[in-house]
């Protein structure tokens, strides 16, 4: 356990430290502030964040340890969420030549951050997170 928390502690420092290079190019640079840079901008920092919540590693059994691993999963989902953004307006873009991407932004807000809200509440549901070396994962249910 103490090793796969050191590996996940480093790859996730690295992480943390390419995915702030990118928000804070993108907050200095003011011309960077177009559609495409933004949905790179959301993606780095909902990986900045799921890689800040899991360098927190694991605090003491509690209400701490709880908000570390809701607050992973939530960004981590977004993460992903946000690579799909990009791919489907890629895909628009480029494959079906439609310039109205810049008008779904808000509807891209709605799905990344929504879809990682439900999905971070239908984990709660039940006590069977499955296996693991943090708090918050358990290794079977309780009260059966």
């Given at each position: 356990d103490r090793i796969l928390t050191a590996v996940n502690a480093g790859a996730s420092a690295l992480s943390f430290l390419g995915s702030a290079f990118i928000v804070l190019?993108?907050?200095?640079?003011?011309?960077?502030?177009?559609?495409?840079?933004?949905?790179v901008f959301f993606l780095a920092l909902s990986d900045m964040l799921c890689s800040f919540f899991n360098i927190v590693g694991d605090p003491s059994k509690g209400f701490f340890c709880y908000a570390q691993g809701y607050s992973t999963h939530f960004f981590c989902v977004a993460s992903f969420l946000w690579t799909t953004t990009i791919a489907f307006t890629l895909h628009r873009t480029v494959v079906r030549h439609k310039t109205d991407v810049e008008d779904l932004g808000p509807?891209?807000?709605?799905?990344?951050?929504?879809?990682?809200?439900?999905?971070?509440?239908?984990?709660?549901?039940?006590?069977?997170?499955?296996?693991?070396?943090w708090c918050w994962t358990q290794t079977g249910q309780t009260g059966k």
């Amino acid at each position: 356990d103490r090793i796969l928390t050191a590996v996940n502690a480093g790859a996730s420092a690295l992480s943390f430290l390419g995915s702030a290079f990118i928000v804070l190019c993108y907050v200095l640079f003011k011309e960077l502030r177009k559609f495409s840079f933004k949905l790179v901008f959301f993606l780095a920092l909902s990986d900045m964040l799921c890689s800040f919540f899991n360098i927190v590693g694991d605090p003491s059994k509690g209400f701490f340890c709880y908000a570390q691993g809701y607050s992973t999963h939530f960004f981590c989902v977004a993460s992903f969420l946000w690579t799909t953004t990009i791919a489907f307006t890629l895909h628009r873009t480029v494959v079906r030549h439609k310039t109205d991407v810049e008008d779904l932004g808000p509807m891209f807000h709605l799905y990344v951050w929504g879809t990682s809200l439900a999905m971070t509440v239908i984990r709660s549901i039940g006590n069977d997170y499955g296996l693991g070396a943090w708090c918050w994962t358990q290794t079977g249910q309780t009260g059966k």
